[in-house]
């Protein structure tokens, strides 16, 4: 049930962009920038750059919103798959390497521009779904898997046994990697 609430949220959100409802634009806006403009700041090291890809995401959503497809994924992950598309299409035109289909074939390496781009993103999701877990599952992911303090010193540190810290630390990293192989790939 809990999955269904927010189904219904963006499919009605969609019709209410279709029928060209401003105020759905709005809450739209209010609920995902953030999310945007943080991913296309994380991929392009660039506010001024992150706003315009924030202003064209939104847009291309206002005037496409039928492209969203509930089958394929959420609208969260809609609107980040389009900004992390629009943030890598931006980063490789300003580096002169290819945007188009051609990017795909044989005769392109994989370059460490690429595999940069792919650590940004893949660290902005991860820093997405950190955030949104449990407060004492996030205290404790952060002291040790990020902190590199073991679970017995972020035990202490959090004022927990031993084995409340390993726990945590467990049901955190399942969480995450659960969130993490959940995310529909472009």
Do not use: N
């Not at 950190?130 to 010193?153: C, D």
């Amino acid at each position: 049930m809990a999955t269904s609430a927010p189904l219904r949220w963006d499919r009605q959100i969609q019709r209410r962009l279709a029928r060209g409802e401003e105020s759905a634009l709005g809450e739209l806006y209010d609920q995902f920038a953030p999310l945007v403009h943080g991913l296309a700041h994380r991929v392009l090291s660039d506010s001024d750059a992150a706003e315009q890809i924030t202003r064209e995401v939104f847009s291309h959503v206002w005037e496409h919103p039928a492209e969203f497809d509930p089958a394929h994924g959420s609208m969260r992950s809609w609107i980040g798959t389009l900004t992390h598309r629009r943030s890598v299409e931006r980063l490789r035109r300003e580096h002169g390497l290819p945007t188009g289909p051609e990017q795909f074939g044989e005769a392109v390496e994989p370059s460490s521009l690429e595999e940069e781009v792919l650590a940004a993103a893949t660290a902005a999701r991860v820093q997405y779904v950190v955030a949104s877990l449990p407060q004492v599952l996030r205290e404790t992911l952060v002291l040790t898997y990020f902190g590199g303090r073991t679970y017995q010193q972020a035990a202490k540190e959090l004022g927990v046994s031993a084995a409340t810290a390993k726990h945590r630390m467990r049901l955190g990293l399942q969480l995450l990697a659960s969130a993490l192989a959940s995310e529909t790939t472009p």
